[in-house]
Nanobody, 123 residues
Framework: QVHLVESGGGLVQPGGSLRLSCAAS????????VAWFRQTPGQEREFVAA????????YYSDSVKGRFTISRDNAKNTVYVQMNSLKPEDTAVYYC????????????????WGQGTQVTVSS
């Protein structure tokens, strides 16, 4: 089992930045790919970014490429996503997810999920 807890969400103005954290506990976190997804009411959960267990490969959706940066610190069992140049359309609940595969772009491909953290981009 891997237990994931997200933090760092909040309200930010358009053009601003936030850093989300995903803290993990449980078995062999450093063996897992970790991804961030986001979801708005009535919509499917959307892939945002992923990082391989080794930290040497990352993958981003086109909608966030160049604005978001995913990273991980396996010594701290934590994955981060730095979100810059935020737009109102980035408003969503953000979830982190973990699995051994590289790289899953669909919700169904991840076994472990956090509870989510709300990000609101508004003036």
């Amino acid at each position: 089992q891997v237990h994931l807890v997200e933090s760092g969400g909040g309200l930010v103005q358009p053009g601003g930045s936030l850093r989300l954290s995903c803290a993990a506990s449980g078995r062999a976190f450093s063996n897992y790919t970790v991804a961030w997804f986001r979801q708005t009411p009535g919509q499917e959960r959307e892939f945002v970014a992923a990082i391989k267990w080794s930290g040497d490969r990352t993958y981003y959706s086109d909608s966030v490429k160049g604005r978001f940066t995913i990273s991980r610190d396996n010594a701290k069992n934590t994955v981060y996503v730095q979100m810059n140049s935020l737009k109102p359309e980035d408003t969503a609940v953000y979830y982190c997810a973990a699995d051994v595969i590289w790289v899953g772009l669909r919700r169904s491909m991840y076994d472990y999920w956090g509870q989510g953290t709300q990000v609101t981009v508004s003036s």
